[in-house]
DNA sequence: GACCATACATAGCGTTGCTACGTATTGACG
DNA sequence: CGTCAATACGTAGCAACGCTATGTATGGTC
């Protein structure tokens, strides 16, 4: 997966990957590794930022723990950050209709709405 | 279609335009306004930069002509430009199929090969 | 004791697309 | 004839984003 690719779509990936409870940073990049079949193996220099800007901005909350030793940040969803999530994928649904549209000369999955 | 959302596909989509027959780049933005139906809406801004970029590239090849009392500089996909929109297409059907996976629980469109 | 996996963090950089502006011609409208 | 919209090109400067490289520290394994 080139680089640059995933710009202005990481917010949605890492909000999706703490939807089903809260996640610590380096967990959200397994997870993130074994739902594409290894093909999205983002560096930690990508994620703890991003992850610090989603706090930031009242999407997030994080809880430090400490885990077999270990110092761990655990993240969990802020109702701002659900209502976001939400917006990221209608946003990526248009998206890949458009750019699908272009590049395929078709609508790559017909939107049920 | 939000700001930043295009970033690392925008040369996706002007190779593609160009890709039944030179254009020029006022006429790629109305192309690309077409096909998504009102959606993608390029400020001259970002598809000129990036015109002049792809053909530094070797992607694209313009050439000036006059039609009307207008200059006009139109762009024809290079062999390099053709073999680079076929990657972007690869590349994107890839992204769309992690991001799919990640954002909606499943493959968009699953993968032929 | 060395090494790998786990777990966090930041500085600095390069790319990218956008905003805002500027130039010039043609044609329509009053 | 003056004004304005559409056509058509261009650039400077900016902000956002994600990556590379690097650093710290612990626990388990060999």
């Known amino acids: 997966m ?8 990481l917010d949605g990936l890492l909000l999706a990957s703490l939807e089903d409870g809260p996640r610590h940073g380096y967990s959200v990049i397994e ?5 594409s079949g290894g093909q999205l193996d983002l560096p930690t220099g990508t994620v703890y930022p ?5 706090e930031t901005a009242g ?3 994080g809880r430090w723990s400490v885990v077999a ?10 109702a701002k950050g659900r209502r976001a ?3 990221e994928r209608a946003a990526w649904t248009r998206f890949a209709a458009v750019v ?8 790559p999955c017909p939107d049920p709405t």
Chains 1, 2 share one sequence.
Do not use: P
């Not at 997870?31 to 739902?35: D, K």
């Not at 991003?50 to 989603?54: C, D, F, M, N």
């Not at 699908?100 to 609508?107: I, M, N, P």
């Open 50 to 54: 991003a992850l610090h800007r989603l």
């Open 69 to 78: 030793g270990r110092r761990r940040r655990a993240y969990q969803l802020t």
């Open 85 to 87: 999530l939400s917006k």
């Open 31 to 35: 997870e993130l590794r074994a739902v």
């Open 100 to 107: 699908g549209s272009v590049l395929e000369g078709r609508q």
């Open 2 to 9: 080139r680089a640059e690719t995933l710009k202005g779509h």
């Open 59 to 61: 999407l997030i909350q």
